[in-house]
C-alpha cells in the first residue's frame, strides 16, 4: 500500500472511532515513540536483529532484577513459552488445569500429547479450587497446570504441598501477573515453572513476546535450548528445539517498558477505585476480592452479574453496552472445556465443573487501561445503571 494512502486511511480510522466514542476493552500501553526510536537506531547499527541479541541480553537480566527472579528466558510469544514449558518438564500422560482461562492454557499441552483434566475453580479468587485437585491425581498425572486468573494470586501453598505429596511438577500460568506479588514475594517464584505473556493485551507488552521464569540455573540452559531448535553449540543439537526466540525489536520495546510500568499499574489502580465506587450500590454486581497481603497489577477489572438482583442476564448487559460503543468481554466465557477439541474429555462434563460454568456465564471484564479517561469510566458506569434501571431491556433479542 500506498505509505500516504496507509497514513491516510488510519488518521481516518482513529478519528471516526474518537468521533464516535468507542471505548474499547483493552489499548496497549506503548511508550514515547522517541525513546524507542533510540533503540531502534542502534538495532540498524549492529543488523543483529535476532539470536540472543544484546538488548535481549539486556531485557532478560533487567526483567529479572525488577520482577525478583533468578532467571528469565524470553519467548516470541506466550504460547510458545507455555509449549516449552511442558516440554523441559518432561511432562507426559495427564496434567490438571482449570477450564476458566484462555485456550492457550490447554492447547500448550494438547500439542505435547498430553491430556488436560479440568477441575474446577474457587468461586472467591476464581483459580483452580486445591481442595479438589487431589481427587482427580491418578497414575498418569504428571503435573498441575494452574493460572492466576486476572492476576489473583493462586493458593500456591496448598498446591504446593499437593504437588509434594504426589511427586507432581508445577507450571503457573502468570500471564496474568506480571509483577504480582504475595507478601514481599514475587507470585513468578512458586512452582516448577512460572510463564508470562508480552501480548499487546496484558499490562506488559512487547507487542508480542512471552517468558519462562526459574530460579533453577540448570533448567534455564536447557529452556535456551528448546527455544533454538534445541541447538547447545554451533554443531550440537540436544532436543528437538523450537524457534521461540524474542527478536531485539521485542527486547528493545520491553526495555522502555520497564521504565513506566510502575506508574502505568498505580493509574489501573485509580480507576479500579473508580469503577468500584461508581457501581457499589448497583444491585446484583460484583467485583473481585482485593486480597491485603497482595501487591495487585489491575490487569483486569471484571464484574460478575447476578441476573436475580441486577434484573437482567450478563448477555444482556453486553449486548446494550456494545450497541453503546462499549465492548467489554466476558472473559471467560465459553469456558475452555466446551470447546469442540476438549468438550469430549471425560473431565470437561458441566456437572464436574459447576462454579466455573456459573461464575463464565455472570463475569464481564468492563475496560481498563491507561489512556481511559475518568470520564469514560463514568460513561462505563452510567450505562450499566441505565440498563439495570430500564426493565424493557428484558425484552431485547440476545444474538
Given at each position: 500500500m500506498?505509505?500516504?494512502l496507509?497514513?491516510k486511511s488510519l488518521n481516518?480510522?482513529?478519528?471516526?472511532?474518537?468521533?464516535n466514542?468507542?471505548?474499547?476493552?483493552?489499548?496497549?500501553?506503548?511508550?514515547?515513540l522517541?525513546e524507542?526510536?533510540?533503540?531502534l537506531e542502534?538495532?540498524w547499527?549492529r543488523r543483529?536483529?535476532?539470536?540472543?541479541?544484546?538488548f535481549?541480553q539486556?531485557?532478560?537480566?533487567?526483567?529479572a532484577k525488577?520482577?525478583?527472579?533468578?532467571?528469565?528466558?524470553?519467548?516470541s510469544?506466550?504460547?510458545l513459552?507455555l509449549?516449552?514449558?511442558?516440554?523441559v518438564?518432561?511432562?507426559?500422560?495427564?496434567?490438571?488445569t482449570?477450564?476458566?482461562s484462555?485456550?492457550?492454557?490447554?492447547?500448550a499441552?494438547n500439542?505435547?500429547g498430553i491430556?488436560?483434566v479440568?477441575?474446577?475453580i474457587?468461586?472467591?479468587?476464581?483459580n483452580?479450587d486445591?481442595?479438589?485437585i487431589?481427587?482427580?491425581i491418578?497414575?498418569?498425572t504428571?503435573?498441575?497446570l494452574p493460572?492466576h486468573?486476572?492476576?489473583?494470586p493462586c493458593?500456591?501453598?496448598?498446591?504446593g504441598?499437593i504437588a509434594?505429596?504426589y511427586g507432581?511438577k508445577?507450571i503457573?500460568d502468570?500471564?496474568?501477573?506480571f509483577?504480582?506479588?504475595k507478601g514481599s514475594?514475587?507470585?513468578?517464584?512458586?512452582?516448577d515453572?512460572?510463564v508470562?505473556?508480552f501480548?499487546a493485551t496484558?499490562i506488559?507488552?512487547t507487542m508480542?513476546?512471552?517468558?519462562i521464569?526459574?530460579n533453577?540455573?540448570k533448567?534455564k540452559?536447557?529452556?535456551?535450548y528448546l527455544?533454538?531448535?534445541?541447538f547447545?553449540d554451533?554443531?550440537?543439537?540436544?532436543a528437538p528445539?523450537?524457534?521461540?526466540?524474542m527478536?531485539?525489536?521485542q527486547?528493545a520495546?520491553?526495555?522502555?517498558?520497564l521504565k513506566y510500568?510502575?506508574?502505568r499499574?498505580?493509574?489501573r489502580?485509580?480507576?479500579t477505585?473508580l469503577?468500584?465506587?461508581l457501581?457499589s450500590?448497583?444491585?446484583?454486581?460484583?467485583?473481585l476480592?482485593e486480597?491485603d497481603n497482595?501487591?495487585?497489577?489491575?490487569a483486569y477489572?471484571p464484574?460478575?452479574?447476578?441476573?436475580n438482583?441486577?434484573?437482567h442476564a450478563?448477555?444482556?448487559?453486553y449486548?446494550n453496552l456494545?450497541?453503546?460503543?462499549i465492548?467489554?468481554?466476558?472473559?471467560f466465557?465459553?469456558?475452555?472445556?466446551?470447546?469442540?477439541?476438549?468438550?469430549g474429555l471425560?473431565s470437561a462434563l458441566a456437572e464436574?465443573l459447576?462454579v466455573?460454568?456459573h461464575?463464565?456465564?455472570?463475569?464481564?471484564?468492563?475496560?481498563?487501561?491507561?489512556?481511559?479517561g475518568e470520564?469514560?469510566?463514568?460513561?462505563?458506569?452510567?450505562?450499566?445503571k441505565n440498563?439495570?434501571?430500564?426493565h424493557a431491556y428484558?425484552?431485547?433479542?440476545?444474538?
Amino acid at each position: 500500500m500506498n505509505p500516504d494512502l496507509f497514513a491516510k486511511s488510519l488518521n481516518t480510522f482513529e478519528a471516526a472511532h474518537k468521533e464516535n466514542g468507542h471505548i474499547f476493552v483493552t489499548r496497549p500501553d506503548l511508550p514515547p515513540l522517541d525513546e524507542f526510536t533510540e533503540y531502534l537506531e542502534k538495532i540498524w547499527q549492529r543488523r543483529w536483529v535476532t539470536n540472543n541479541g544484546l538488548f535481549h541480553q539486556q531485557f532478560e537480566e533487567a526483567l529479572a532484577k525488577y520482577l525478583g527472579v533468578k532467571y528469565v528466558s524470553l519467548f516470541s510469544n506466550g504460547t510458545l513459552a507455555l509449549v516449552v514449558a511442558t516440554q523441559v518438564l518432561r511432562l507426559s500422560g495427564e496434567v490438571i488445569t482449570t477450564p476458566y482461562s484462555f485456550v492457550a492454557t490447554t492447547h500448550a499441552l494438547n500439542w505435547n500429547g498430553i491430556e488436560p483434566v479440568f477441575c474446577d475453580i474457587d468461586p472467591l479468587t476464581l483459580n483452580l479450587d486445591p481442595d479438589k485437585i487431589e481427587k482427580l491425581i491418578t497414575p498418569q498425572t504428571s503435573a498441575i497446570l494452574p493460572v492466576h486468573v486476572y492476576g489473583n494470586p493462586c493458593d500456591v501453598e496448598k498446591i504446593g504441598q499437593i504437588a509434594d505429596t504426589y511427586g507432581l511438577k508445577i507450571i503457573y500460568d502468570a500471564a496474568h501477573a506480571f509483577g504480582v506479588k504475595k507478601g514481599s514475594d514475587s507470585i513468578l517464584n512458586f512452582g516448577d515453572l512460572s510463564v508470562l505473556s508480552f501480548h499487546a493485551t496484558k499490562i506488559f507488552t512487547t507487542m508480542e513476546g512471552g517468558a519462562i521464569v526459574t530460579n533453577d540455573e540448570k533448567l534455564k540452559k536447557r529452556i535456551d535450548y528448546l527455544k533454538n531448535f534445541g541447538f547447545a553449540d554451533e554443531t550440537t543439537v540436544i532436543a528437538p528445539g523450537i524457534n521461540g526466540k524474542m527478536n531485539e525489536m521485542q527486547a528493545a520495546l520491553g526495555l522502555v517498558q520497564l521504565k513506566y510500568i510502575d506508574e502505568r499499574i498505580e493509574k489501573r489502580k485509580m480507576l479500579t477505585r473508580l469503577y468500584k465506587n461508581l457501581l457499589s450500590g448497583v444491585p446484583g454486581i460484583s467485583c473481585l476480592t482485593e486480597f491485603d497481603n497482595v501487591d495487585h497489577n489491575y490487569a483486569y477489572f471484571p464484574i460478575f452479574i447476578d441476573e436475580n438482583k441486577f434484573g437482567h442476564a450478563r448477555d444482556v448487559l453486553y449486548e446494550n453496552l456494545k450497541q453503546q460503543e462499549i465492548y467489554a468481554r466476558r472473559y471467560f466465557y465459553p469456558l475452555i472445556s466446551h470447546f469442540p477439541m476438549y468438550r469430549g474429555l471425560p473431565s470437561a462434563l458441566a456437572e464436574k465443573l459447576p462454579v466455573a460454568e456459573h461464575m463464565s456465564k455472570q463475569v464481564i471484564c468492563l475496560p481498563l487501561y491507561c489512556d481511559l479517561g475518568e470520564e469514560q469510566v463514568e460513561r462505563v458506569c452510567t450505562e450499566i445503571k441505565n440498563v439495570y434501571e430500564n426493565h424493557a431491556y428484558k425484552e431485547m433479542e440476545i444474538v
